[in-house]
Protein backbone atom coordinates (compact mmCIF):
# COMPACT_ATOMS: atom_id res chain seq x y z
CA UNK A 1 0.00 0.00 0.00
CA UNK A 2 1.38 3.66 -0.60
CA UNK A 3 1.64 6.36 1.66
CA UNK A 4 -1.27 8.66 2.44
CA UNK A 5 -1.79 11.58 0.05
CA UNK A 6 -4.25 13.01 1.93
CA UNK A 7 -6.77 12.63 5.17
CA UNK A 8 -8.15 9.47 6.11
CA UNK A 9 -10.30 8.24 8.26
CA UNK A 10 -8.47 5.93 10.03
CA UNK A 11 -10.73 3.63 12.33
CA UNK A 12 -10.89 3.28 15.98
CA UNK A 13 -11.16 0.31 18.50
CA UNK A 14 -12.85 1.82 21.53
CA UNK A 15 -14.19 0.48 24.57
CA UNK A 16 -12.87 -2.47 27.00
CA UNK A 17 -15.07 -4.93 25.28
CA UNK A 18 -13.22 -7.89 23.34
CA UNK A 19 -14.87 -10.63 21.23
CA UNK A 20 -12.08 -13.64 20.35
CA UNK A 21 -12.86 -17.04 19.53
CA UNK A 22 -12.91 -20.20 21.39
CA UNK A 23 -10.83 -23.24 21.55
CA UNK A 24 -12.45 -26.33 20.56
CA UNK A 25 -13.65 -28.78 23.49
CA UNK A 26 -14.13 -26.41 25.95
CA UNK A 27 -16.85 -24.46 28.16
CA UNK A 28 -16.26 -20.89 29.80
CA UNK A 29 -18.30 -19.57 32.76
CA UNK A 30 -18.79 -15.95 33.16
CA UNK A 31 -16.54 -14.38 35.62
CA UNK A 32 -13.87 -16.48 35.17
CA UNK A 33 -10.23 -15.91 33.53
CA UNK A 34 -9.83 -16.55 30.48
CA UNK A 35 -6.35 -17.03 28.80
CA UNK A 36 -5.02 -17.27 25.10
CA UNK A 37 -3.44 -20.56 24.07
CA UNK A 38 -0.35 -20.82 21.17
CA UNK A 39 -2.88 -20.80 18.62
CA UNK A 40 -4.31 -18.00 19.34
CA UNK A 41 -8.11 -19.43 20.38
CA UNK A 42 -9.03 -18.56 24.02
CA UNK A 43 -9.73 -21.41 27.03
CA UNK A 44 -10.67 -21.24 30.36
CA UNK A 45 -7.72 -20.82 32.70
CA UNK A 46 -6.13 -23.36 33.83
CA UNK A 47 -2.96 -25.18 34.85
CA UNK A 48 -1.45 -25.45 31.44
CA UNK A 49 2.27 -23.99 30.03
CA UNK A 50 2.52 -21.36 27.23
CA UNK A 51 -0.91 -19.71 27.25
CA UNK A 52 -1.52 -16.20 28.61
CA UNK A 53 -3.94 -14.68 30.97
CA UNK A 54 -6.07 -12.03 28.73
CA UNK A 55 -9.19 -11.18 30.88
CA UNK A 56 -12.02 -11.88 32.76
CA UNK A 57 -15.24 -13.77 30.66
CA UNK A 58 -18.28 -11.52 30.29
CA UNK A 59 -20.29 -14.63 29.65
CA UNK A 60 -21.23 -18.64 29.99
CA UNK A 61 -20.33 -19.92 26.60
CA UNK A 62 -20.48 -23.50 25.77
CA UNK A 63 -18.29 -24.90 22.75
CA UNK A 64 -17.57 -27.90 24.62
CA UNK A 65 -18.69 -30.13 21.30
CA UNK A 66 -17.47 -27.52 18.74
CA UNK A 67 -14.30 -27.18 17.08
CA UNK A 68 -11.95 -24.00 17.30
CA UNK A 69 -13.65 -21.00 16.66
CA UNK A 70 -16.71 -22.46 16.24
CA UNK A 71 -18.29 -20.38 18.89
CA UNK A 72 -16.97 -16.75 20.58
CA UNK A 73 -16.88 -15.42 23.58
CA UNK A 74 -17.04 -11.60 25.12
CA UNK A 75 -14.07 -10.79 27.74
CA UNK A 76 -12.76 -7.66 29.32
CA UNK A 77 -9.06 -6.59 30.29
CA UNK A 78 -9.16 -4.87 33.39
CA UNK A 79 -8.46 -5.56 37.03
CA UNK A 80 -10.36 -8.16 38.58
CA UNK A 81 -10.41 -10.09 42.05
CA UNK A 82 -9.42 -13.55 42.43
CA UNK A 83 -8.38 -16.39 44.72
CA UNK A 84 -5.73 -17.07 45.87
CA UNK A 85 -3.78 -20.11 46.17
CA UNK A 86 -3.24 -21.74 49.09
CA UNK A 87 0.13 -22.17 50.97
CA UNK A 88 3.75 -22.04 49.47
CA UNK A 89 1.84 -21.04 46.10
CA UNK A 90 -0.14 -18.33 47.86
CA UNK A 91 0.10 -14.36 46.22
CA UNK A 92 1.47 -11.91 49.45
CA UNK A 93 2.10 -8.64 49.25
CA UNK A 94 5.77 -9.10 48.31
CA UNK A 95 4.09 -10.03 44.53
CA UNK A 96 2.39 -6.79 44.25
CA UNK A 97 3.80 -5.31 40.52
CA UNK A 98 5.01 -8.70 39.87
CA UNK A 99 3.06 -11.86 37.23
CA UNK A 100 1.07 -14.13 39.23
CA UNK A 101 0.19 -17.18 37.27
CA UNK A 102 -3.27 -19.33 36.30
CA UNK A 103 -4.12 -22.34 38.77
CA UNK A 104 -7.47 -22.26 37.20
CA UNK A 105 -10.53 -20.22 36.02
CA UNK A 106 -10.78 -18.16 39.27
CA UNK A 107 -7.59 -19.04 41.36
CA UNK A 108 -4.20 -17.11 40.60
CA UNK A 109 -0.61 -18.39 42.06
CA UNK A 110 2.28 -16.82 43.14
CA UNK A 111 5.01 -19.07 40.59
CA UNK A 112 4.72 -20.86 37.47
CA UNK A 113 4.73 -24.23 39.30
CA UNK A 114 8.08 -25.30 37.30
CA UNK A 115 6.99 -24.10 34.22
CA UNK A 116 3.35 -25.84 34.25
CA UNK A 117 1.49 -22.65 34.76
CA UNK A 118 1.14 -19.45 32.17
CA UNK A 119 1.22 -15.80 33.13
CA UNK A 120 -2.78 -14.46 34.40
CA UNK A 121 -1.19 -10.91 34.76
CA UNK A 122 0.40 -8.56 37.22
CA UNK A 123 -0.58 -8.42 40.92
CA UNK A 124 -2.43 -5.35 41.39
CA UNK A 125 -2.97 -5.65 45.32
CA UNK A 126 -4.08 -7.85 47.82
CA UNK A 127 -7.55 -7.57 50.27
CA UNK A 128 -9.07 -9.85 51.96
CA UNK A 129 -7.77 -13.02 50.32
CA UNK A 130 -8.83 -11.58 46.99
CA UNK A 131 -5.73 -10.66 44.72
CA UNK A 132 -6.67 -8.15 42.20
CA UNK A 133 -5.20 -8.68 38.92
CA UNK A 134 -4.02 -6.37 36.31
CA UNK A 135 -5.50 -8.97 33.00
CA UNK A 136 -4.30 -7.00 30.13
CA UNK A 137 -2.46 -9.55 27.08
CA UNK A 138 -0.22 -6.56 26.29
CA UNK A 139 0.86 -5.78 29.59
CA UNK A 140 1.42 -8.90 30.56
CA UNK A 141 3.61 -10.25 27.30
CA UNK A 142 6.00 -6.78 27.98
CA UNK A 143 6.42 -8.18 31.42
CA UNK A 144 7.42 -11.64 30.96
Known sequence: MAALTSERNTIQLR???????????????KGGILMRNAAGFVTKGAVAAGCIGIGRTEATVDNSAGTAGAASVAYRPGIFGFANS????????AEIGKLCYIADDQTVAKTSGAATRSPAGIVDGIEDGTVW???????TRGAM
Open 133 to 139: VRLDEAV
Open 15 to 29: GDSRVAPLAAAVKVW
Open 86 to 93: GATEAVTQ
